[in-house]
């Protein structure tokens, strides 16, 4: 019976091939992949807010809780909103088709993948489900030089965000013997021996989490790749993309026993961006450089509410 709160991730992945399919055997009909994902939206957060409340994860990979679900319905929300604001923006400016709303789509999916992770590996799954969908969208603009400038800044930056959560989760892996994440948090408490090996895991992976999140200073893509995106791609990547972050990192700062050991180095990032992002901001002339920057310093704000459960 739990397999059902898994139906919202289902519908969207069905709406998202069925976007790539109609547009690739009906390719006048553009309206028809965006009704698909519209209605792949639609229907994930129609599930969300239908099937049975449950709790735990499915199978050990994926989370069912009511807290999980609240993140799903959120991001299926969320990917309604854009995909209204980027059919009339595309359609306007003569570009999109399936492909632009299919990997829409894929990249909700992804998201919801990254806030509801039970295991490292399906975490790092949805993790690369939304940056390959994102680095798509922000350079699906063909008409701009700037959008392709921006896709590939984006795409570098990623890459080396991935290098860094990979080997962050092999680090966790091999000292507590388990991909399940509250194995590993509970784990921790047990490698007391081997605290170099634990706290370098998990701040690799922070630090490829403060990638994707935009903390300072691991924040430099963040003006070029929202100026050089679609706005409604750019509205998408400043709000769904750290939503699915914050929601992830809210499980794992509340159930991490050791996270207390890198207190000090958080606080220092929270300040820093908090700083960086508003001093920043201030100085700029271009609505998307200040809504990057903007979304920098905020992260800095719920980064430090995070800790704030800590003390």
């Not at 679900?69 to 929300?77: E, I, P, S, V, W």
């Not at 390959?132 to 400038?149: K, M, N, P, T």
């Not at 989760?169 to 047990?190: H, K, N, P, Q």
Request: aromatic fraction near 12%; include cysteine.
């Amino acid at each position: 019976m739990t397999g059902i709160a898994l139906l919202p991730q289902i519908i969207l992945a069905a709406g998202g091939i069925l976007a790539y399919a109609a547009g690739g055997f009906l390719p006048r009909r553009n309206w028809l992949p965006f009704a698909l994902a519209l209605l792949s939206a639609g229907g994930g957060l129609l599930a969300v807010l239908t099937t049975c409340p449950a709790t735990g994860t499915y199978a050990g990979l994926v989370g069912i809780s009511l807290f999980s679900r609240f993140y799903t319905g959120l991001l299926c929300l969320l990917a309604l909103l854009a995909l209204l604001l980027l059919h009339r923006y595309a359609r306007q400016r003569g570009f999109g088709g399936e492909v632009l709303y299919g990997t829409l789509i894929f990249a909700t999916l992804g998201q919801v993948t990254l806030a509801a992770a039970g295991n490292w590996l399906v975490f790092f799954l949805g993790f690369e489900l939304l940056s390959i969908s994102l680095y798509i969208l922000v350079a699906s603009h063909r008409q701009r030089d700037i959008s392709y400038e921006a896709g590939i800044k984006y795409f570098i930056m990623g890459a080396v965000a991935s290098a860094f959560l990979v080997f962050g989760i092999a680090l966790l892996y091999g000292a507590t013997g388990s991909l399940a994440v509250g194995d590993t948090l509970a784990g921790l408490r047990r490698v007391a021996g081997e605290p170099p090996l634990v706290w370098g895991g998990l701040g690799l992976i922070l630090v490829g989490i403060g990638f994707k999140i935009s903390l300072v200073p691991f924040h430099l893509w963040t003006p070029d790749v929202y100026e050089g995106a679609p706005a409604p791609v750019t509205g998408f990547l400043a709000t769904g993309t750290k939503v699915a972050l914050f929601g992830f990192l809210l499980q794992l700062f509340l159930g991490a026993p050791m996270i207390g050991s890198l207190l000090p180095l958080l606080w220092g990032l929270a300040a820093l961006t908090m700083i960086v992002g508003t001093l920043t901001a201030l100085v700029q002339s271009r609505v998307k450089r200040l809504l990057a920057y903007s979304s920098v310093a905020q992260m800095g704000y719920l980064l430090m509410a995070l800790l704030a459960g800590e003390e």
